[in-house]
């Protein structure tokens, strides 16, 4: 009931629709407090009443429905804090509360939001600090902040957040230096630190190199950074500090000592627990892979520097490195430990990986469990380094600024035929070929990587589970029940709601991501938003879809629709009729629908869609 002019309060008794899932009200003239019933429906996931005239406290009942992904309160009236609650649904990926009159601090429980992707609670009246909890949120992509009244120094723990690519914090009292850390954010390209009383040295490296990204403006104790910043040097500063007071030299003095005295304790226990412990070598994988300490992977990529960093997952980050052994180019994903899940991550990754050999799955070989050098836990996973990186890139390229076009990152109909192929495959070998079925649980675009002859290689075990061979056939009393698993937009719907693992859970996955290749449109893309979903969006279009809805750099430029388009690859160099590459993309959207029904048995199994493909490119290409 979206974009009308209805008015007055929002009924109590929607709270009746205990099977209400989704509820949008936005753009109209409702006024009024939001009920608390809304929390009466078991499986509500999306709320959108932004663009109203709403009033009092967001009701804390919200947090009653744990299935919430999706939540919109924003260009209200709303007062009062926010309440601790809203932040326990662990599925929440987009909140936008901004554009209100919420006051009080940033609830610490906001690091309960592992899958968030998106927090907007720009122009409201919120204070204190930013809590540290907020670097546990390692998936956020967009933070908006601005037009508060936060203050204090940006906590360590948001260096995180290493997957932010916007980031407004303006118009607030924040203070201290700019965290050298937001320079290592490489897919950062919005940062807006502007009217707040930062000081000190501005960054020049990583977003800071490029003056059009990033505002600093209003901060009159900063200086340096690039040219076109247009700040004063920080030469002009120096000398201008008073000595120190007697007592302050005494305090210093006192507390440089007591500093010494930690540090030499510290390192005192340290040697003598590198004695009196010897770290058990790690068996998980079996004596037949090769042995990598701590300080061969430290050394393999260069101290794990920001240069090396290739990609960041919700429990570790992964960086190419050169094993010195050997010289080989190697892929190391080292675990963030802190993070809970992340050491079943590993056991998991590493159960899977030791039994399972394939062309089509990223090859291990091998994998560290020690400490490093402070003492603390290390885990890392060692995969062989694929040169093309992963489908997501190709499917989504952007700009780095080193002349890498955005054609030159481009997949023809045949590559992108070959890499469907490719995933089934890999699938049907994890479901029908190995000892014990295997789901993965988390397949997506960033989890397909390409090699230097674009094969595609299924990555990433972390979430992996295996099943009792009867589980393969579907039977409900046999399988795995866990919470949601997998990525928004790419987990099946059935995860959401708690049900178990299973074959066909891959298979929803697989036939979104076959979608997302056709359509080049993501399954979180903004035009999904009510109850619209890709699969939606591709069904609607049959059984004669508009060219618009393909995405169009497969579609040849002759709008008469005799001209041809030359699809090549090493195997095949003829051009193909507009009719012939139509009737393909038709087929693979059919294949994508087939794959990705709501209901589980409604689904193809893989074996099914990869003999279709097989069908669909000899057809297309070869007859």
Same mark, same amino acid.
């Given at each position: 009931?979206?974009d009308?002019?209805l008015?007055g309060?929002i009924?109590?008794?929607?709270?009746?629709?205990?099977?209400?899932r989704?509820?949008?009200l936005?753009?109209?003239?409702?006024?009024g407090?939001?009920?608390?019933?809304?929390?009466?429906?078991?499986?509500?996931?999306?709320?959108?009443?932004?663009?109203?005239?709403?009033?009092?406290n967001?009701?804390?009942?919200?947090?009653?429905?744990?299935?919430?992904?999706?939540?919109?309160?924003?260009? %209200? +009236?709303? #007062? !009062?804090? =926010? $309440?601790k609650e809203?932040?326990?649904?662990?599925? /929440?990926f987009? &909140? @936008?509360? *901004?554009?209100?009159?919420?006051?009080?601090?940033?609830?610490?429980?906001?690091?309960?939001?592992?899958?968030?992707?998106?927090?907007?609670?720009?122009?409201?009246?919120?204070s204190?600090r930013?809590p540290?909890?907020?670097g546990?949120c390692?998936t956020?992509?967009?933070?908006?902040?601005?037009?508060?009244?936060f203050?204090?120094?940006?906590p360590a723990?948001?260096?995180n957040?290493?997957?932010?690519?916007?980031?407004?914090l303006?118009? %607030? +009292?924040? #203070? !201290?230096? =700019? $965290?050298e850390?937001?320079?290592g954010?490489?897919? /950062?390209?919005? &940062? @807006?630190? *502007?009217?707040?009383?930062?000081e000190g040295?501005?960054?020049?490296?990583?977003?800071?190199?490029?003056?059009?990204?990033?505002?600093?403006?209003?901060?009159?104790?900063?200086?340096?950074?690039?040219?076109?910043l247009?700040l004063?040097?920080?030469?002009?500063k120096?000398?201008?500090?008073?000595?120190?007071?007697?007592v302050g030299?005494?305090?210093?003095?006192?507390?440089?000592?007591?500093?010494?005295?930690?540090?030499?304790?510290?390192v005192?226990?340290?040697?003598?627990?590198r004695?009196?412990t010897?770290?058990p070598?790690?068996?998980?994988l079996?004596?037949s892979?090769?042995?990598?300490?701590?300080?061969?992977?430290?050394?393999?990529t260069d101290?794990?520097?920001?240069?090396?960093l290739?990609?960041?997952?919700?429990?570790?980050?992964?960086?190419?490195g050169i094993?010195?052994?050997?010289g080989?180019v190697?892929a190391?994903k080292?675990?963030?430990?802190?993070?809970c899940?992340?050491?079943?991550?590993?056991?998991?990754?590493?159960?899977?990986?030791k039994?399972?050999k394939?062309?089509?799955?990223?090859?291990?070989l091998?994998?560290?469990?020690?400490?490093?050098?402070?003492?603390?836990?290390?885990k890392?996973?060692?995969y062989?380094?694929?040169?093309?990186?992963?489908?997501?890139?190709?499917?989504?390229?952007?700009?780095?600024?080193?002349g890498?076009?955005?054609?030159?990152?481009?997949?023809?109909?045949?590559?992108?035929l070959?890499?469907a192929?490719d995933?089934?495959s890999?699938?049907?070998?994890l479901?029908?070929?190995?000892?014990?079925?295997?789901?993965?649980?988390?397949?997506k675009p960033?989890n397909?990587?390409?090699?230097n002859?674009?094969?595609?290689?299924?990555?990433n075990?972390?979430?992996?589970?295996f099943?009792?061979?009867a589980?393969?056939?579907?039977?409900?009393?046999?399988s795995?029940?866990?919470?949601?698993?997998?990525?928004?937009?790419?987990?099946?719907?059935?995860?959401g709601m708690?049900?178990?693992?299973?074959?066909?859970g891959?298979?929803?996955?697989?036939g979104i991501?076959?979608?997302?290749?056709?359509?080049r449109?993501?399954?979180?893309?903004?035009m999904?938003?009510?109850?619209?979903?890709?699969?939606?969006f591709?069904?609607?279009?049959?059984?004669?879809?508009?060219?618009?809805?393909?995405?169009?750099?497969?579609i040849?430029?002759?709008?008469?629709?005799?001209a041809?388009t030359?699809?090549?690859?090493?195997?095949?160099?003829?051009?193909?009729?507009?009719h012939?590459?139509?009737e393909?993309?038709?087929?693979?959207?059919?294949?994508?629908?087939?794959?990705?029904?709501e209901?589980?048995?409604?689904r193809?199994?893989i074996?099914?869609?990869?003999?279709?493909?097989?069908?669909?490119?000899?057809?297309?290409?070869f007859l």
């Amino acid at each position: 009931m979206s974009d009308n002019r209805l008015s007055g309060n929002i009924p109590v008794d929607i709270g009746n629709l205990q099977k209400l899932r989704v509820l949008l009200l936005y753009g109209n003239k409702l006024y009024g407090e939001i009920p608390s019933c809304l929390s009466n429906s078991t499986s509500f996931f999306q709320l959108a009443l932004f663009q109203n005239s709403l009033q009092g406290n967001i009701p804390s009942s919200l947090g009653k429905c744990q299935l919430l992904q999706q939540v919109s309160l924003a260009q %209200n +009236n709303l #007062s !009062g804090t =926010i $309440p601790k609650e809203v932040f326990s649904s662990s599925s /929440l990926f987009y &909140l @936008d509360l *901004s554009y209100n009159n919420l006051a009080g601090e940033l609830p610490a429980e906001v690091g309960n939001l592992k899958n968030l992707e998106e927090f907007h609670a720009s122009k409201n009246t919120l204070s204190g600090r930013i809590p540290s909890t907020l670097g546990s949120c390692v998936t956020l992509r967009f933070l908006n902040l601005d037009g508060n009244k936060f203050w204090g120094n940006l906590p360590a723990t948001l260096a995180n957040l290493r997957g932010v690519e916007e980031l407004n914090l303006s118009h %607030n +009292n924040f #203070s !201290g230096r =700019i $965290p050298e850390y937001l320079d290592g954010f490489i897919f /950062l390209n919005k &940062l @807006d630190l *502007s009217f707040n009383d930062f000081e000190g040295t501005v960054p020049e490296r990583g977003v800071f190199k490029n003056a059009t990204v990033i505002s600093v403006e209003g901060n009159n104790k900063l200086c340096g950074g690039i040219a076109e910043l247009q700040l004063h040097s920080c030469n002009s500063k120096k000398g201008k500090r008073k000595g120190l007071t007697v007592v302050g030299k005494l305090i210093l003095s006192i507390s440089f000592g007591l500093l010494g005295l930690f540090v030499m304790l510290g390192v005192l226990y340290f040697c003598w627990s590198r004695k009196t412990t010897k770290v058990p070598p790690f068996r998980i994988l079996g004596n037949s892979f090769p042995q990598l300490s701590y300080q061969s992977l430290l050394q393999a990529t260069d101290g794990f520097s920001l240069s090396n960093l290739i990609g960041v997952g919700s429990f570790g980050s992964i960086y190419k490195g050169i094993l010195d052994q050997s010289g080989k180019v190697v892929a190391v994903k080292v675990l963030n430990l802190q993070f809970c899940g992340a050491s079943k991550s590993f056991i998991a990754e590493c159960k899977a990986m030791k039994s399972i050999k394939h062309r089509n799955l990223v090859g291990i070989l091998t994998a560290c469990s020690s400490i490093d050098y402070q003492g603390n836990d290390f885990k890392a996973l060692v995969y062989e380094f694929k040169v093309n990186g992963s489908l997501h890139e190709w499917l989504h390229p952007i700009g780095n600024g080193e002349g890498v076009h955005e054609e030159q990152r481009s997949l023809n109909l045949l590559q992108r035929l070959h890499i469907a192929i490719d995933v089934a495959s890999a699938l049907d070998y994890l479901h029908h070929h190995c000892w014990e079925p295997i789901v993965h649980c988390d397949l997506k675009p960033s989890n397909v990587l390409l090699d230097n002859e674009m094969t595609a290689r299924v990555a990433n075990f972390g979430l992996a589970r295996f099943l009792p061979t009867a589980t393969h056939e579907s039977s409900a009393n046999q399988s795995i029940t866990i919470g949601l698993r997998g990525s928004v937009g790419y987990a099946p719907p059935e995860y959401g709601m708690g049900n178990e693992v299973s074959t066909s859970g891959d298979v929803y996955s697989y036939g979104i991501l076959l979608l997302e290749m056709v359509t080049r449109k993501r399954p979180t893309d903004s035009m999904f938003t009510g109850s619209l979903t890709l699969h939606d969006f591709a069904k609607t279009a049959l059984p004669e879809p508009v060219e618009s809805i393909f995405d169009q750099t497969l579609i040849p430029q002759d709008q008469m629709g005799e001209a041809s388009t030359s699809i090549s690859s090493v195997r095949n160099q003829s051009s193909l009729s507009s009719h012939k590459i139509q009737e393909c993309l038709i087929s693979l959207l059919q294949v994508g629908i087939a794959c990705s029904q709501e209901q589980a048995t409604d689904r193809l199994d893989i074996n099914e869609v990869r003999f279709s493909l097989v069908c669909i490119r000899q057809r297309t290409f070869f007859l």
